[in-house]
């Protein structure tokens, strides 16, 4: 069983910047694919960015690209997320998800992801 433990969540000014940290359990976190997602009030949990196990390829959804930096650092068990020019409609609860396997077929699809983390809250006041 995979914990994933996220943090950084907070309070931001549009135009502002969080980071996000999400340690995961378990001795074989650098053969999985680790992804973000968030869900605001009254919509569906979406998709946010992924990143391989190695880190050398990265998905970004369209609404943050440019804007959002995922980033791992395997010895450490932790991934990253690097939020800059934040605006109020990225506000929402964050999750941190990780896969049971260690090939899934659509990075995007929380449908692929078993382990998640409680979610961290950000809020970005215009």
């Known amino acids: 069983q995979v914990q994933l433990i996220e943090s950084g969540g907070g309070l931001v000014q549009a135009g502002g910047s969080l980071r996000l940290s999400c340690t995961a359990s378990?001795?074989?976190?650098?053969?999985?694919?680790m992804g973000w997602f968030r869900q605001a009030p009254g919509k569906e949990r979406e998709f946010v960015v992924a990143?391989?196990?190695?880190?050398?390829?990265?998905f970004y959804a369209d609404s943050v690209k440019g804007r959002f930096t995922i980033s791992r650092d395997n010895a450490k068990n932790t991934v990253y997320l690097q939020m800059n020019s934040l605006k109020p409609e990225d506000t929402a609860i964050y999750y941190c998800?990780?896969?049971?396997?260690?090939?899934?077929?659509?990075?995007?699809?929380?449908?692929?992801?078993?382990?998640w983390g409680q979610g961290t809250q950000v809020t970005v006041s215009s």
């Open positions: 378990g001795s074989t976190f650098s053969s999985y694919v």
């Open positions: 990143i391989t196990g190695s880190g050398g390829s990265k």
């Open positions: 998800a990780a896969p049971k396997y260690e090939y899934i077929p659509r990075l995007d699809h929380a449908g692929h992801y078993n382990y």
